[in-house]
Every structure is written in structure tokens, then in C-alpha cells.
């Protein structure tokens, strides 16, 4: 017994190591969604630009992307060029869900980095995030054209991952 108290610290420490092993490599931006396959969940949410206009699922249509974003999070302005440039150059529509944000900052933030959004939901509590099992933002979804969520991406949309989206957007619009 007194064998096995002293070895018991190499046991943990071996154990510790191998969970930890197992984990390195992992690609962390394709966390699996319970919702991929399913409907953009059903809201009640106002438009960040206008407080009285309510927002719902059905003002989602797809095939498109969904962005959730925030202006406190540092990657979501990294990646808010590379929106834009699909957006304009691209015509792809992006809806944005506004995260956990200031409805005035976001504003002024959309004013001075431009908008690649073709509607905005607010969403200052994160009800909706929690309901799309959001971890945090930036978040991306690609919906087909009847709302059903195909693909979800955690993390910055850059050049090699929105090449990634794309494929699987151009395969939702040719199966519309």
C-alpha cells in the first residue's frame, strides 16, 4: 500500500498527460451543433437599429450566413473586413445577431467599419445565443433556403474559411 501512495503523484501526472495529449491537434472551430440540421430557433428580438421593429426566425432566410458578433470581441473586428469583402463583392446576404453588446457602440461600430449586414438582430441578454449554443463570438452559420442550419463555424471567418463556406453555400444553391 505504501508502494502505490508514493507512486500515485507519476500515476496522476501520467494520467494528466494523456488527457491532455489527446486534446492538442484538435480542431476546435468545428464543434459540433445540436441545431445543425434543425430551424434557426424561434425569437423575439428587436432590430439593433430600430427598437420597435421586432425580429423572428422568418426575417432569416437563407442560403446565407448568420454572424454573431460583438464589438468587444477582438476577433469579430479581425474578421469584419473579410464580411464586408463577401458581402459586397460576393453579394452574399449576412444577417448579424449583435451579442451581449451595447446597441450604441454597436452602432457607432457598424458606422465606422462599415455594415455587411443585411439585418441586424440585438440581442443584449444573449437569449438567442444560448439558444444556438453559442460558446462565443465571433460565431458563423450557413442556413439554406428554408432556415435550416447546415454548417457552423466557430472562430474567425478568414479568406480559407469562407472558401470553405462558400463550397457548401454554392452546394445549398444548386440543391435550391
Not at 441545431?35 to 425580429?55: C, H, R
Not at 437563407?62 to 470581441?73: F, K, S
Request: aromatic share 10%; charged share 25%.
Amino acid at each position: 500500500m505504501r508502494r502505490f501512495l508514493v507512486l500515485l503523484p507519476l500515476f496522476i501526472f501520467i494520467g494528466l498527460a494523456l488527457f491532455l495529449w489527446r486534446g492538442i491537434g484538435q480542431d476546435t472551430t468545428s464543434i459540433p451543433s445540436p441545431l445543425l440540421g434543425k430551424a434557426v430557433p424561434e425569437f423575439s428580438l428587436t432590430s439593433l437599429y430600430d427598437e420597435n421593429q421586432i425580429m423572428s426566425a422568418s426575417d432569416l432566410t437563407g442560403p446565407a450566413l448568420i454572424n454573431v458578433w460583438a464589438t468587444w470581441c477582438p476577433t469579430c473586428k479581425q474578421e469584419h473586413a473579410q464580411l464586408n469583402r463577401i458581402a459586397r463583392d460576393e453579394g452574399v446576404t449576412i444577417y448579424g445577431i449583435n451579442y451581449k453588446d451595447d446597441r450604441a457602440k454597436a452602432k457607432v461600430w457598424l458606422d465606422k467599419y462599415l455594415d455587411p449586414y443585411a439585418k441586424n438582430v440585438f440581442d443584449p441578454n444573449g437569449r438567442l445565443g444560448l439558444d444556438l449554443g453559442v460558446y462565443g463570438a465571433p460565431e458563423t452559420y450557413l442556413i439554406d433556403a428554408d432556415g435550416i442550419i447546415r454548417y457552423k463555424h466557430i472562430g474567425e471567418v478568414n479568406e480559407k474559411v469562407w472558401q470553405k463556406l462558400k463550397a457548401q453555400m454554392q452546394a445549398l444553391e444548386a440543391d435550391s
